[in-house]
C-alpha cells in the first residue's frame, strides 16, 4: 500500500528506483550484507541513474523532490533490492549533506554537496561519541583555533560510512560548555590527525560500513565551518526532525517486506495437511502485522505530509519514529517466528530483516529520548 | 530525424503466477503493468539515434510515442516521456478490441499523419509474442523493413545499416529511410546505437535509461493526446479470433536421485536428452 501522499508522479519514482535496486542491488544484496560491504561505484550508478540526488536541488546536482519523493524513494530501494544495509549506506549523505545545505556557503555547497551527488565522493555525518550519544549538548570532541585552522581531538563512534567517508560533518565543541558552544565542521579524507580507528562489528546493517573515527591534533582548515561558531546546535537538531522520518519510513519499508515474505511463505509452506495460512492463529497474526503496518504508514506520511506544509513536527516526527520502529520490531519478530526454523537461518531474508530491525528503536535517538522530546514539548 | 515508437504495456511478465483465468478469460483487475521491454528497447533506441550522447538533454530530433489501450495506459507513455521521448499519443481502444492487422492498420493511418522517418518498435511483446505488427506496417505503408535489429548505424539519416539477429549469427542490412524496424535485446548495448552525432565509440551505460525525478515532473508538461481508434481505421474487425484463455498445466513436482549413476540412467531412459 503506497502512502497516501503519493500522486502519479511518486509511482513513476517507485518505478525507477525498483528498476534500479533490483538490477543493481538485488542480484548482490544477500553476497554485500554477508562480506559486509559494497562496491563504491554503486554510488556513480546511483548518481547516473537519478537516484542519489532525490530530494536535493537541482543547482547542486540533485534531482529535485522533496521529503516525500525520499521517503517512497528509500522504501522501493529497500522492497526491490532486498538489502537495508546498502541502502542505507548508500543514503549516508541523507543525514551528511542537509547541514551543509542549509548553513553552509555557496562556496562550501559547490564543494562538498555537488561531487557527493555525482557518487564521486562518499559523505558521512559525526556526532555520537564514545562518551556520549543521547546527550549531544555535552559532547567532548575539542576544536581550538589557531590563526586559519581548527585543532581538532576527539574521537565519534557508530558512525555510517564512516569508513570510506570522504567528507565527515562533524559536530564539535569550539565553545564552552552546554549547547551554546558546538559547531559543525566538514572533516576531509587526507587531513592529517584524521583515521578511521576501527571498524565496527553491529547486529545487523552490514553490507553498511560503521566507523570509530579519531582526530588527533587534527588541523581543520577554518572555511570548512557550517554556519557561524558556536551555532551549531540548532543545525544538528533541525537534522535529526527529517533523519527520524527517514529512520521511520526504512521501518515502514522493512516491516512491509517481512510482511510480504511471511504471507508468501504462509501460503506456501505446507503442514498438517495444509498451508499454515489457512490456520486461525497464523491469520490473525499475519492481520496484526498488517494492521500495525498500516498505521506506522499511516502516522509517517501524515507527518511527512505536515513537514511538507511547514508545520513544526519535532514532536510528532518522534511519535512517528517509535510508533514505525515499534511496528517494525514486532512485525519482523512475527516474521521470524512464522518462518519458525527457517527464520532462524542465515539465507532467509526475514533473519536478516530482524537484526537489521533492532537499531531503529536505538539510531537517531533512542526510544527513550523520543518519548523524552515528546514529553517536553507536550508540556507535561 | 523524427521517430514513431509503438509501445505497449503488458502484465508484468515476472508476476505470470499471479495470473487468473475465468470463464475462458483472463482476469486484468489487479494485475501490475509493465511496458513490454522490447518497446522499452525501441524507446531507447529512438532516443540514442536523436541525441548527442555527450548532451543527451538537448535533443536533436523528435520520438514520438504511441500506445493502444484504456486511459491507464497514460502511465506507461509518461514514463517513456519520462526517459526523454517528445511527444506521446494513446489510441483510445481495449486490449480485447485490437490485434496485430488492426495495430498495423491503426499505425499506417497514424504514420501518415505524423509523418515520421522512421517507425521503430519491439520485435514483438511478450504477452502474444505474435511478433507481426512491424512486418504488416511496412508492407502496409510500402516502406522497407528490417527485424530483431541488434546494432543500428545511421547514414546521415538517410539510410540505417541494421544489423539483424538471425540463427548463427548476424545478418547486415542497409534500410533506406523511411524505414520500419523491430529491435531486439543486444540493441541497448553499450554501443548497440551509432547516430550522426555521437562521437563513435561511445560507451553508452548497458540496457534502458532511468528517469530522473526532475524528467519525472517535466514529463507531466509535455503534450500527449488523445485518438479515437476509429478516426485511424473504419473497419475495426479483427483477423485473429481469441477462443477461450487456458493457463498450462502446473508443474508436477520433480523426483529425488541417490546417486550420480541414476541421474545418468534417467537422463538416458527417462527424460532420453543423453
Redesign the interface.
Known sequence: MPYLFET??H???R??VR??AA?HIAPYGFEWEETGDFPRELYSEAA????L??GYP?AYGG???DLG?VLVASEEMILAGHSVGTTVGLGSHSIALPPILRFGSEAQRNEFVVPVLRGEKVSALAITEPGGGSDVAALATRARRDGDYYVVHGTKTFITSGCRADLVTTAVRTGGEGHGGISLLVIEKGTAGFTVSKRLRKTGWWASDTAELSFDECRVPVRNLLGEENQGFIAIMLNFITERLYLAGQCVAIGELAYRESMRYARDRRAFGRPIAGFQVLRHKLADMASALAAARALTGEVATRHLRGEVVTSLAAMAKNTASDMCSFVCDAAVQIHGGAGYMRETLVERLYRDARIYPIGGGTREIMNEVIAKLEGF | MKILVPLKRVADPDNANKIKVTAGKIETTGLEWKPNPFDEYAVETALRLTEDAATPKARKGEVVVVSFGPKEVDTTLRSALATGADKAIRIDTTDDAIDGDLLARALKALVEKEKPDLVLLGKQQVEGDSNQVGQLLAEYLGWPQATFAGSIVSEADKSLVVSREVDGGSLKVRVTLPAVVSVDLRIVNPKGVQSVFTKAGHNYPEGVRFAALMAIMAAKKKPLTEVKLADLVSDPTLKVKTGAAELPPSRKAGIKVKTVQELVAKLKTEAKVL
Open positions: 502519479e508522479e509511482a513513476a519514482l518505478a525507477n528498476r534500479f538490477k547516473r541513474a537519478g537516484v540526488g532525490i537541482e534531482t529535485g523532490g519523493h
